[in-house]
């Protein structure tokens, strides 16, 4: 099968931890790997941002990255894209002119659109994963969203046009549903885990105290990050590792460290928590298995990787009790659930696992099985691919650009 990857702002080549480059990255980079160990063909167009990168960077034999000239190439934030699409739809529909892919697979919102107005004149089906949808960020963030207006109108008439939607998470379909998207047009399937890089085996960190939680994500304030800073003090012997944000000698000139910084400071452990930037991906699972917790309370999250990359290094996990986090966290068997912003809850789940080994190691075990039984990526390689065979085996099965066409900027 020729499978065509969307990706317009997360490229699978990126390096993490920036402002916009997270856990979609990691997603498709992954599920197109696992796509070709599998047998088929990945081609994952992703916007250019580097004037002097190839046009195309072949990352195993199957899969390639197809860097497309829309908009500047420069970095740019993602919100500020919608303006490109058109470019990048008028590349992946010359691309496809030429070797018309089975399938496209857009992810992110604006990827979705690019992809099914490439789509119309080819008869392409387009399967569509949001990762994030703007009716859940505007519910919490409010006026600081900086998503473009019309992108909740937009996703909702995705979401009734492409072939079929392809939900992380039960929490999503909910969403969608309400978004005014047929139910019977969405599947649930999960983002995945390298359960060979992530076990529980192998080098860990040093730790400075007795105990260690450690926080990885992109430095911005949904992230709840502060909110487990605030529990610090009802943890003696207790450091705290934030991975994420820009590399270790920029983090000084990163205004959302220096807010954690000064936030550490005020409650009295500055001396224990620990910002150390960007961590490369193969240095990953020794941070995390040198934690006696891994902590992943955001306000709200699409679905959240960190929880099981520490799940399959054995490590329990305290989460909120929100959005894909409820589907991958079994509260009291691979860790436990707490309310988004709340510190005291946070502290009171943490002192569980630091205090009782017994606790951990039973949810740290029980974490693993679940990864291995559930969101290996050959799992969800599969799993993707019985619903690539499910559009292609649809009669009638449609790109519906017609309501999208006037969207084009």
């Given amino acids: 099968m020729r499978i065509a990857m969307v990706s317009e702002h997360a490229s699978p080549l990126a390096p993490l931890g920036g402002i ?30 580097n004037p002097t990168v190839p046009d195309q960077v072949r990352i195993d034999r199957r899969v390639t990255v197809d860097h497309v000239r829309a908009g500047p190439p420069v970095e740019l934030p993602k919100d500020e894209l919608l303006p490109h699409m058109g470019a990048f739809a008028d590349h992946l529909r010359a691309r496809w002119s030429r070797q018309r892919p089975d399938v496209a697979h857009a992810h992110f919102w604006m990827s979705g659109l690019a992809a099914v107005l490439a789509a119309r004149p080819l008869g392409t089906p ?16 409010g006026t600081a969203d900086t998503s473009p207006p019309e992108r909740i109108r937009l996703e909702r008439t995705l979401g009734r046009s492409v072939a079929r939607v392809a939900a992380t998470c039960s929490d999503e379909v909910f969403e969608l549903v309400r978004l005014g998207v047929p139910r019977s047009a969405v599947s649930v399937v999960p983002c995945g885990v390298d359960t060979a890089a992530f076990t529980p085996d192998g080098p860990r960190e040093q730790r400075s105290a007795r105990h ?8 911005v304030p949904r992230k709840g990050v502060a909110t487990v800073i605030r529990s610090l003090p009802a943890l003696p012997e207790t450091e705290l590792v934030v991975a994420g944000g820009p590399p270790p000698a920029a983090l000084d000139d990163d205004p959302e460290a220096a807010a954690l910084r000064r936030c550490a400071h005020r409650v009295g ?141």
């Fill in 212 to 219: 260690r939680l450690v926080v990885v994500g992109r430095l």
């Fill in 126 to 141: 387009v399967v569509q994963t949001f990762h994030a949808l703007g009716s859940v960020k505007r519910r919490h963030q």
């Fill in 20 to 49: 916009d480059a997270g856990g979609q990255n990691v997603h498709v980079r992954a599920l197109s790997l696992a796509l070709a160990g599998l047998g088929h063909d990945v081609i994952v167009y992703t916007r250019r941002t």
């Fill in 269 to 409: 452990v500055g001396d224990r928590v620990k910002l150390i930037g960007r961590v490369d991906r193969d240095a990953m699972p020794a941070l995390l298995r040198s934690a006696n917790a891994v902590v992943c309370v955001p306000r709200y999250e699409p679905f959240g990787m960190v929880p099981l990359e520490a799940m399959a290094c054995g490590v329990p996990v305290v989460a909120s009790a929100v959005g894909g986090l409820t589907d991958t966290v079994v509260h009291g068997v691979t860790g436990l659930h707490v309310p988004p912003d709340r510190p005291d809850a946070v502290a009171r789940a943490l002192r569980v696992l630091v205090r009782d080994e017994a606790t951990r190691v039973g949810f740290g075990s029980a974490g693993r099985d679940r990864v291995e039984a559930r969101y290996s990526w050959p799992r969800i390689a599969t799993e993707t691919v019985r619903l690539y065979e499910r559009v292609l085996g649809s009669t009638g099965a449609t790109t519906g650009a017609g309501a999208l066409a006037g969207s084009r900027r």
